[in-house]
């Protein structure tokens, strides 16, 4: 290892008045531990720890192993407890920090495709695929690695796999971005400014005083002051910053998104996913249809928040999949579990040896439905789940396309608007003359941010400051909708599209489309949302569908609004599970984005403006939901505010 004199006064200071300025990062001591670096191909080292199993209960190794890869601080401390759940299971956990954070060399430009050549790289040599001249391995390792994480080390899991190093068995993302662009700093084309801001704030942070506080207390570690400086090119490439001036979707985006290169992994993948997740949202489900034919994957979803992946229905599913992919196990019995010795009384991992699974040759297992949802996730305590199904194919090959119609005395129907339709491939203009259009059916409010916004709530960037599910926008600054009620128990599962004919007395707006369930008890549930900005309307034919419009973003295709023209725009709502029993209604608000943050906070255009919404034949606005033909509810409601992440309040 290279090292750096301590008599270089002038760095070590500086180390030193960061470290001051920084909250304290004690290192843990931890028996089995193994602290290392790794060349890059450009000279940067990364910094990586490998924590071992117990050799008592599992040998002298070779463990095979799993790693978390990111830019938090994973080559010191490993978030999720991580460390505990896998390495009680037998496998040895790998740490290894992201260029240009902790004690990693180089500067950190976010999710730059570097950072994946770095990631595949550091597998091959841990797995011993790859020899590095003067770096010897820990000799204890295995042949075979999983990535394993949810959120940032989950995202990185997409972008190193499709690199295809040797020595990677599979991958279990959890809680990811598919597209960088629409998923999170700009769903439907508007900033998310405030958990962007907010997210990338606490990287610069992190990045610039972690490092110099693990040398301040571990002062043997040369490697990581010496590679400390490296970061100062960091704020540039902070990912807020390059979001300011990057506000369209285009190259810089296409290259950070798995959407557009998923095609590239060839490892066994187990997505997991939280339809309500308040910090990723759940559009990377649309990475199952971008994955190469005869890819084995597996797919888990929730209603819930960003921590689903390690819930008590969801990790023992990881745990099987690791058993096949990462362990090689050719047979693998349903108490597993129980069948490895696990602790009943330890709630990291004590429900194991009682989830339910059937033994199982691989084969077997691969031949089971990929797809399982969790409905209800809470409903039971904690996070467990009313029921559950399983299907064979994402989306459901039961999923039925079904268009509820806006009416202008705020219902939804099933029956089209008039008797009359008009020429379906006439233009906008062509429709109707622009003075006639009110009159044959609209619906105004008027757009006002932060006043007439649809808050979630149950998520806050600082204690105080966070929306609230049961403030209800001012009445004239929304459109609602609400259907009748439904005549038998109706599940939806997927996207969702609100497409709306509208015009507004501003040249632009912003649309928000929440949607919600309406119990025959009087109470209202919040379900999901989604966003458009008016002026990115232009869909990309190639991947928009009834039920989810792709919109291009690009600078090229943006187009303001034609006063007194109604103009079509498709919100996409973003993909969930709800199921609707019997009586409930289904409803739908229209209004301006949330600013106050439910952790996502949008930059909305600023301008109030009266915005209309059509409703007639000749502009017959609409919302198709993803229906699952013969599905049943087993059971009934849940209770009020039970469910994760998707709050409850009286309807009045």
Sequence with gaps: M???????????????????LAPAISPAARPGAIYGYIPME????????????????????????????????????????????????????????????????????????????????????????????????????????????????????????????????????????????RDVPFPGGILNATFAGYWSASRAAETM?????????????????????????????????????????????????????????????????????????????HLIERFRPGLPWKFLAANGDHGEYYGEQVLPHIYRFLEFTLRGEDFVPGDFGEAYDFNPDDERNGWIGSAGFPDATAAEYWAEDPVTINFENGANGGRRAAFAQTFSAWPPAETVATRLYLTTDGTLSADPPGSTAPDPDAGPLERLPATEARLAGAVDYLYAPYAGTQERGDAELADGV?????????????????????????????????????????????????????????????????????????EDARFSTELRPFQTHRLADVAPLVAGHPTLARVEIFPFGHAYRAGSKLRIWVNA??????????????????????????????????VIEGATVPTGYPACGSLRKQPCRPEG
């Design 42 to 181: 450009d000279g940067v080292t990364l910094k990586y720890q490998v924590l071992l199993p117990d050799p008592d209960v599992w040998g002298d190794g070779p463990y095979q192993m799993v790693m978390d890869y990111s830019g938090y601080v994973p080559a010191q401390s490993i978030y999720d407890g991580l460390h505990h759940r896998f390495r009680e299971s037998g496998y040895a956990v790998v740490g290894l920090n992201i260029r240009g954070t902790h004690c990693s060399g180089g500067y950190f430009d976010y999710f730059e495709p570097l950072q994946a050549r770095d990631g595949a790289r550091a597998i091959e040599y841990l797995t011993g695929h790859l020899e590095i001249e003067g770096y010897e391995r820990p000799g204890m390792l295995g042949d075979k690695l999983a990535m394993v994480g949810k959120s940032y080390p989950g995202i990185t899991q997409l972008f190193v796999a499709a690199e295809r190093p040797r020595g990677l068995a599979s991958i279990v993302p959890g809680h990811v971005f598919g597209d960088l662009y």
């Design 2 to 20: 290279n090292t750096i004199s301590r008599r270089r006064v002038g760095l070590a200071t500086l180390a030193v008045l960061a470290a001051m």
């Design 466 to 538: 966070g929306g609230d599910w049961q403030r209800k926008p001012p009445e004239g600054s929304y459109a609602m909708f609400t259907s009748e009620a439904f005549e038998q128990d109706t599940m939806l599962l997927g996207t969702a599209s609100a497409d709306l004919w509208i015009t507004s007395t501003a040249p632009d707006t912003d649309l928000e489309v929440a949607l919600t369930e309406v119990r025959s008890d009087g109470q209202e549930v919040f379900v999901q949302k989604g966003w458009l900005r008016a002026s990115h309307r232009m």
């Design 593 to 626: 984005p949330n600013i106050v943050p439910d952790l996502w906070g949008f930059a909305a255009l600023p301008i109030p403006a009266l915005n209309t919404i059509y409703t007639s034949a000749y502009h017959p606005s609409s919302i198709a939901l993803p």
């Design 209 to 285: 005083y972690s490092g110099p506080a693990w040398w301040q207390a571990n002062q043997d570690d040369d490697q990581c002051i010496e590679n400390w400086p490296e970061h100062a090119p960091n704020t540039p490439y902070n990912p807020f910053v390059q979001a300011t001036y990057n506000q369209y979707d285009g190259p810089l985006f296409w290259e950070r998104s798995p959407w557009w290169w998923a095609d590239q992994i060839d490892v066994p993948t187990f997505l997991v996913e939280a339809w309500q997740d308040e910090q990723v949202g759940s559009r990377a489900t």
